[in-house]
């Protein structure tokens, strides 16, 4: 009679779910704390104090420090679905999982246009200066 008995399944632990909304959003915090820093380097004080090679690898920099600062909602947006697919569908955890995966998404498009300013600003004073 064993045999035809199915298996024992564990419950699933809701504090997997929970654990990983509350990382998403820890992320979520300090992704929104690198794209305030990552606005504030942009900004140039005194643009003709440097020469036009200087912003040149200043472009680079700042293409770099826009793929570090995108990484950070995207392990929130992973974070979210991992909270979204762990376990049952609690109402408080599906609201906190979208409300994660929403922010992370406004996040990274805030990010993408911040940077894409900074390199864009970089480049325009590298043409400017140029000659």
Do not use: C
């Amino acid at each position: 009679m064993d045999s035809l008995t199915p298996p024992h399944h564990p419950p699933s632990r809701p504090w997997q779910s929970t654990g990983a909304l509350v990382l998403a959003g820890i992320v979520i915090a300090v992704a929104f704390v690198s794209l305030l820093l990552l606005a504030v380097s942009g900004f140039i004080f005194d643009p003709d104090d440097y020469p036009p090679e200087f912003y040149l690898a200043l472009a680079t920099e700042h293409k770099r420090d826009m793929l570090f600062t995108l990484l950070l909602p995207a392990v929130s947006l992973v974070l979210a679905g991992l909270s979204w697919f762990s376990s049952a569908r609690a109402g408080a955890r599906v609201l906190g999982a979208m409300w994660a995966g929403g922010i992370s998404v406004l996040l990274a498009l805030a990010m993408i246009f911040v940077g894409v300013g900074n390199i864009n600003g970089a480049l325009y004073f590298a043409d400017l200066f140029g000659g």
